[in-house]
């Protein structure tokens, strides 16, 4: 069997060569896991990644129960109050036990007003969906005839129509 030639040609993914610096930065700020820092969306939802991110962990001098920090606008900072233990909840799902305790809303960054500039981006709207094609609906409605259950059918029929409307596309 031939040798195997590497695919990458010498060259590194993106990610390996900033984890050094990711890994610093956070751990600068107190993030013991960039997980917190790098997947946030995932993390929070986009609702709640769109008016808020995670800008400090302060540990306390027992070490135990830290207090999470999050930047936000005052517009939106009464609505991120409110989700506070959720928010910790999930937050804690991703350490794998409560490591954080309180969670702490500012409007400046920890570090100076500076830093602190609070530059969310609004989320575009979301594409109106289209109507759909008269001809897609009856084929759908065809395909799912035969069906007695009336909530199967009606699942049915909208699986047929994403499938037939993606294959005009």
């Keep these: ?3 195997r030639r590497a695919t990458t ?7 390996t060569l900033l984890q050094d610096r990711i890994r610093k930065t956070s751990e600068s700020r107190g993030f013991a896991e960039s ?5 946030w969306t995932e993390i929070v939802g986009e ?4 008016i808020a991110r995670p800008v400090k962990v302060d540990y306390g001098r027992g070490g135990m129960g830290a ?3 999050l930047l936000t606008t005052g517009a939106q900072a009464p609505m991120l109050e409110m989700q506070k233990e959720t928010l910790r909840a999930k937050v804690n799902g991703v350490y794998g036990y ?4 309180r969670i702490t809303i500012t ?16 989320r575009a709207p979301k594409p109106v969906p289209r109507a759909p094609d008269p001809a897609t609906v009856a084929e759908a409605r065809r395909i799912a005839a035969p069906i007695a259950d009336a909530g199967l059918r009606a699942a049915l029929e909208a699986l047929a ?3 037939l409307s993606r294959a005009k596309r």
Excluded: E, W, Y
């Design 35 to 39: 997980r917190l820092l790098t997947q």
């Design 47 to 50: 609702d709640i990644a769109a």
């Design 67 to 69: 207090t999470l920090t």
């Design 1 to 3: 069997m031939p040798p």
């Design 9 to 15: 040609k010498g060259f590194a993914r993106s990610s």
């Design 98 to 101: 409560n490591a954080i305790s």
């Design 161 to 163: 129509q994403n499938v």
């Design 107 to 122: 409007q400046t960054a920890p570090t100076g007003f500076a830093d602190g500039q609070v530059s969310f981006q609004h």
